[in-house]
């Protein structure tokens, strides 16, 4: 099943108005804070789905605020929020590989998009999105850690990616699927095409991002633990995602 059908089919099953999926508690308040003031900032929001992240971000103070996706139903999903409840985000459907714009943006997000590509389809992506970065602006996106796939993180855990007799570097461009989980157990369908870190800081050099990246790797914290053992203990400690940040 190709990213669009998965997103198409599922739609409903990942709106939301609060934090119901793991990364929703793992990695998405992470790109939030990443962003710092948005007082007046406009906002390119890449993968935006259906819309969570840039409810947040506008909520926090965002400018304009442009979210595209390739799901016609996520985006479908997001204009009837916005209709409900309006924010002023404007929401577009359309490939983010062949995406392009004339406007400028002081922050460009990308929360688990480069996990549904393959290398040269997200080095497209890099340059479009640093051709769409206004000077001195940033780019912040989050990612399934590279090693996660190949971690065993014992059974029924809420975050994998099936990844069985698959290796770390000659496997690049392979795509893992897997299960992410809301709290109340229901599984979200997921998938990773498998990259090394390189990819990842090749992808952005040749993009034109000279300057070197922030990098923070995630994990569930004891914290989280404290409030749901059951649903965050199992990953205590494993390499989730990784977030990136880098300037134009």
Known sequence: MDTQQVYNQNAQKWLRLEPS??????????????CGELAGRSV????????????????????????????????????????????????????????????????????????????????KVFRRVYDALATGGEFIFSVPHPFFPFVRVGENPPFY????????????????????????????????????????????????????PEIRELTVTEELVATDEAFFGPLLNEPLHVLFKVKK
């Open 161 to 212: 990616f099936s990844a069985a007799g698959k290796n770390y570097f000659t496997d690049v461009n392979q795509q893992f699927e897997g299960e992410i989980w809301k709290r109340s157990g229901e599984p979200l369908h997921v998938q990773c095409v498998h990259k090394t870190f390189t990819d990842y800081f090749d992808g952005l050099r040749l993009a034109g991002f000279y300057t070197m």
């Open 44 to 123: 390119l929001d890449i993968g935006c789905g259906e819309g969570y992240c840039a409810r947040e971000l506008k909520c926090r103070g965002a400018g304009d605020y442009l979210g595209v996706d390739l799901s016609e139903q996520m985006i479908e999903a997001a204009k009837l929020q916005e209709a409900k409840e309006p924010l002023g985000i404007e929401y577009r459907a359309c490939d983010v590989v062949e995406f392009q714009t004339e406007r400028q943006f002081d922050v460009c997000i990308a929360v688990f998009l480069f996990n549904y590509l393959r290398v040269e389809d997200m080095n």
């Open 21 to 34: 999926s793991l990364s929703d508690f793992t990695a998405r308040p992470l790109v939030f804070d990443a």
